[in-house]
């Protein structure tokens, strides 16, 4: 991958935001050495690893990686035969022994997930398992990386005997110093250890008198460190244990390093396993902190989409990010994006850059679902100033030398990236040469994109098929950016309102709009109008966007509402009929009583008792029966509210509508979009009921207020001398009747005047969804005293 590109488009800095995430200097080393890759199945399968560990992490129970060591070293002196290992080597190998062994159990564990597991699969069999060694590294050297005193009996034995030596010689040096005349002494003298010897400090004059053997000076030569005879003898014995600790510590060493020796090659690759690892879960975290969603790849440069994407490095700022959302069609290879300084093209650049270096590079980019990531074979950039004093390269040159290696090299697999195409030099030159360039590599099918201030350039779309431009908008009012994304339209640069709100003189604003040629001031207006115009339609969509699901809403609470009802409508009635039951079967044991009474009062013959028996039983089971039959009614209609079959173009009984007849033009999950009359609606399928073609008419007038149209409906009302809050009932009215006339417009007049009605009419007219537009009147219309409304 082209390593110019990678640095002008910031892969490493965005690389090194992600190390930061890692558990360890291992992890971050290895996110930082990530290069894009073009092998679809290992992106795929780098980016399946990620997911799996995010999983992990966002578990119930998040799973934490231990602590990965740096082995490294150990391990190369572990392969040299014979070498044995110091404590600290063998300290970090047992470090490295432990983690692996927590990691693969805390990866096969019963809460361990198995999907997860299955995707880690080749890591987790690497992580090497060694309780017995590494027990006996735990036993044998202590936190600090010592040898412990216990790792056998004889150095037990022997640092037994050397601490008391050492107490011994200490005490009996000190008796010497005590015995030392004041004019002998030094100042805070105390025994010490000079040359592995203990020693004690006297004035140089006092050597004749103390004896022994001098181990040290003082720097000025005034103090004397001298092992008095007495000790000559005890401090041999402490330098033979000494010599004996030492013999003893080797060879406990020597024997762990052996017993490690013939497991080298697991270390080295559980030490591997356990760095990949950790850089997964950098990756994982950053995806997490970053709300990255898993894109789409693909092999074809074709059909390149993001959605809500956002600079990882703006993000990382804690930057209130603009995200934008841009998809490439088929047969669309460049795109030109236009518009003023500061309004984002170049960071728009880099950000398409990066997505799909970190893609192909395992990593996970912040965008949305939906993002669709093409696999280039490389990726091209000339952006910012690269002149260069030492090569004598100009700003122009600098730029050209990259365009040279674009054009030589780029495929039609590749990302080429251009910022402020055609500058440098001559704006008609630099415009022509651009033009040239986009057109070559439109032609030879690179995805290009390519941002420009060139007017020129700008029509480069309606040139070659190909090409397609794009802005960045500009509040024209604030003269601020809003850093979203337009596709279709060329951006304006206004270099003009910019400097009129600098306090540019007049004068010279004047003579320069005097100066743009007459087809560019059009150009700009053009353009002018077209922005306000796409401002107003994202308005309109997002005010109709917020009706319809209050619509929904609305029906959904209906629909649920009509449930409730008859379901307590249901058991209202079991409840009525399991108390008459009930009744019967108490009346019931009342008659054989009264029977027995009869008979035994022979007042009542046989016959009789059977058809009283046969009466009151019959009543009893038909009370059953019909229990019965509502269960099933109940359990048929709770089946048919979750599962009713209705089609596009089937008519149905809307029940949240008080059973009126629609046709279904749409289905949704659970939902159906259903017009009645001129509403549509999106109700809950278990509201439906399909109903024969000849009981819908063709075409229902539903009124939201009243029920039958007037006989003349006015296609104007006049509101002027009325207050604010008369002209609710009267607007609403005309509405109605209007779409019940089926008129297209209603003219409302309100005046001028203090513009209160005006206001409050628009405020109605944007909550009416049967309202399709609305606007003042022209010049010929009445102006701003009328309200023309467009009705669906």
Request: some cysteine.
């Amino acid at each position: 991958m082209n390593s110019h590109a990678l640095n002008v488009i910031e892969f490493p800095r965005t690389l090194a935001l992600i190390a930061e995430r890692a558990t360890s200097p291992l992890g971050a080393e290895r996110i930082k050495e990530l290069q894009p890759s073009t092998d679809r199945v290992a992106i795929e399968r780098e980016h399946a690893r990620v997911a799996a560990v995010r999983s992990l992490l966002l578990a119930e129970e998040p799973w934490h990686l231990s602590a990965v060591p740096d082995a490294r070293s150990a391990l190369v002196r572990l392969r040299v035969e014979g070498a044995s290992l110091v404590a600290l080597d063998l300290q970090v190998l047992g470090n490295l022994l432990r983690s692996s062994r927590v990691t693969r159990d805390s990866l096969r564990g019963d809460r361990a997930s198995p999907m997860a597991a299955a995707v880690l699969a080749e890591q987790i069999e690497a992580l090497v398992a060694n309780k017995s060694i590494e027990d006996a590294i735990e036993r044998t050297i202590d936190e600090e990386g010592h040898v412990r005193d216990d790792a056998s009996p004889a150095l037990r034995k022997i640092r037994r005997e050397l601490k008391g030596s050492q107490g011994e010689l200490v005490k009996l040096l000190e008796r010497a110093m005590a015995k030392l005349e004041p004019h002998q002494r030094v100042a805070d003298m105390s025994v010490t250890v000079r040359n592995g010897r203990f020693v004690i400090p006297v004035r140089r004059e006092a050597q004749s008198a103390v004896g022994g053997i001098v181990h040290d000076a003082s720097a000025t030569g005034g103090t004397l460190f001298v092992e008095p005879p007495a000790a000559v003898e005890a401090g041999n014995r402490i330098r033979e244990l000494q010599s004996e600790e030492i013999e003893e510590v080797e060879r406990i060493l020597a024997e762990l390093t052996e017993q490690l020796r013939p497991h080298r090659e697991e270390l080295t690759a559980s030490l591997e396993a356990l760095i990949t690892l950790d850089s997964l879960v950098a990756r994982a975290r950053y995806a997490i902190e970053f709300r990255c969603t898993p894109a789409d790849l693909t092999d074809s440069t074709e059909g390149f989409a993001v959605v809500q994407g956002r600079h990882p490095l703006l993000v990382a700022q804690g930057i209130d990010v603009v995200p934008f959302d841009l998809e490439m069609l088929p047969g669309e290879r460049t795109l030109l994006i236009s518009g003023p300084n500061t309004g984002g093209k170049t960071v728009l650049l880099k950000a398409l850059g990066l997505f799909s270096a970190l893609v192909q590079s395992g990593i996970p980019a912040p965008v949305a679902a939906g993002s669709r990531i093409a696999i280039f074979d490389n990726i091209y950039a000339d952006v910012g100033d690269e002149q260069s004093i030492l090569a004598s390269l100009s700003t122009f040159s600098a730029h050209l030398k990259n365009l040279v290696e674009v054009l030589s090299s780029a495929t039609e697999h590749s990302l080429v990236l251009i910022d402020e195409l055609g500058s440098g030099t001559d704006p008609i030159e630099g415009a022509a040469l651009g033009g040239a360039i986009l057109e070559a590599l439109t032609a030879r099918r690179t995805l290009s994109v390519a941002t420009t201030h060139l007017g020129a350039l700008k029509e480069l779309a309606t040139q070659v098929d190909g090409v397609v431009n794009a802005s960045l908008q500009f509040d024209p009012v604030a003269l601020a950016p809003t850093y979203r994304l337009t596709k279709g339209v060329p951006g304006r640069s206004y270099g003009i309102s910019i400097a009129r709100r600098l306090n540019l003189p007049a004068d010279v604003l004047q003579r320069a709009e005097e100066r743009i040629p007459s087809d560019e001031r059009r150009v700009t207006a053009l353009l002018a109008e077209l922005e306000a115009r796409e401002k107003a339609l994202t308005a309109n969509e997002l005010e109709a966007g917020e009706i319809a699901e209050d619509a929904k809403e609305r029906a959904r609470r209906v629909a649920e509402r009509e449930t409730r009802v008859t379901q307590r409508e249901r058991e209202t009635e079991r409840a009525s009929r399991q108390e008459a039951r009930q009744y019967l079967l108490e009346a019931r044991a009342e008659v054989e009583r009264t029977i027995r009474e009869l008979k035994a009062a022979s007042e009542l013959g046989e016959e009789a008792a059977r058809e009283a028996r046969k009466r009151v039983e019959s009543l009893a089971n038909e009370q059953g029966r019909e229990l019965d039959r509502m269960g099933r009614e109940a359990e048929t209609q709770i089946a048919a509210q979750n599962h009713a079959e209705v089609s596009v173009g089937d008519f149905v009984s809307v029940d949240t509508l008080g059973g009126k007849v629609g046709r279904v033009v749409e289905v949704r999950d659970g939902e159906a979009v259903v017009a009645v009359g001129v509403m549509k609606l999106s109700v809950p399928r278990g509201s439906l009921r399909p109903t024969a073609p000849e009981v819908a008419a063709p075409e229902v007038a539903v009124a939201i207020r009243g029920d039958l149209p007037d006989v003349h409906v006015p296609s104007e009302i006049d509101l002027r001398g009325m207050r604010v809050g008369e002209v609710e009932e009267i607007v609403m009215h005309a509405v109605d009747a209007a779409v019940r006339a089926d008129l297209k417009t209603l003219r409302i007049v309100h005046g001028k005047g203090t513009g209160a009605l005006r206001e409050r009419v628009a405020e109605m007219l944007r909550k009416e969804s049967r309202v399709e537009n609305f606007r003042l009147g022209a010049w010929n219309e009445g102006g701003a005293g009328v309200t023309v409304v467009e009705l669906k």
